[in-house]
């Protein structure tokens, strides 16, 4: 007869096999599933803690904003971030052409001693930071035949991440609403579309604007998220930070158990049938 399993034994073995499950990303394991931005905060200290507290493992930096070496005399954002410490994940933020987004790349590449792990961003829209697909598609075709591990920003359309995962793009990040807007998931059916047909790892990038938003993103089945203005711009940053972590691993613990379906009524909790009365 075999000894029933306790609550407390559910728990536990769903936490280790969460711990098991980890993030690949262009043949790298990463133990988080929550991808963090360096922009917006008042001061570097800030920024430092916030990433401490957010436990993400690779962080995103604007290099036409950021300095990382560039700029000397100036503040290192790789003092706080070290990359012995962190993956940098440097993205061509602020870039409106394809030739723009590929030289912002290549002096990435420079700055950090040969590192090819990026994120494409070709914008098409001033007001809205929608990206601008066909200069997008342009720069991620040279960039892989670069060398480059292209992890790219673009719109949700499930054709449009199709097409960037067959080119060779280490992993396609739609948006989930504009840039910076913190609206949470706009419109769920074309994120499950996409992640229907997904062959690389799917992350929402763009729009997440608390907690619960960065959970529904993972309850979808997304392999993660990057978010940058909804902590940078959350009144207290450090405890908004700690509450996405939490909610990246809540809503990623839920889509592995399986939630229960849908139903049109109510039922029960303890059944009725075969009780005397």
Do not use: W
């Not at 723009?100 to 590192?115: I, K, Q, S, W, Y």
């Not at 992640?195 to 799917?202: C, D, F, K, M, Y």
């Not at 399986?258 to 039922?267: D, E, I």
């Amino acid at each position: 007869m075999s000894t029933p399993v306790s609550k407390v034994e559910q728990v536990t073995s769903a936490h280790i096999a969460v711990g098991d499950d980890p993030l690949m990303i262009a043949g790298k394991a990463y133990r988080s599933r929550l991808l963090v931005g360096t922009g917006k905060y008042k001061d570097l200290d800030e920024t430092k803690r916030a990433i401490e507290a957010s436990d993400a493992e690779i962080i995103t930096v604007a290099i036409r904003r950021t300095n990382i070496g560039q700029n000397a005399g100036e503040p290192n954002l790789l003092d706080i971030i070290p990359p012995q410490r962190y993956t940098i994940l440097p993205n061509t933020a602020g870039c409106y052409t394809a030739e723009d987004a590929v030289r912002t790349c290549r002096l990435a590449r420079e700055l950090l001693d040969g590192h090819d792990l990026v994120k494409l961003e070709v914008l098409g829209d001033e007001k809205t930071l929608f990206p601008d697909v066909s200069a997008t598609l342009e720069a991620a075709e040279t960039l892989i035949k670069e060398g480059f591990k292209v992890m790219v920003y673009t719109n949700d359309d499930p054709i449009v991440a199709k097409r960037f995962a067959e080119m060779g793009c280490v992993a396609v990040m739609p948006l989930a609403a504009p840039i910076g807007s913190g609206l949470g998931i706009r419109n769920p059916y074309n994120i499950r579309f996409i992640l229907e047909e997904a062959t690389v790892p799917i992350l929402v990038d763009a729009g997440v604007g608390t907690a619960s938003d960065a959970a529904i993103a993972m309850e979808l089945g997304c392999d993660g998220v990057l978010m940058n203005t909804a902590i940078a711009a959350a009144q207290n940053p450090v405890l908004m930070a700690a509450a996405m972590k939490k909610g990246v691993e809540a809503g990623r613990e839920a889509y592995l158990a399986g939630r229960m379906p849908r139903k049109r009524y109510a039922s029960a909790s303890s059944p009725v049938d075969g009780l005397f009365f």
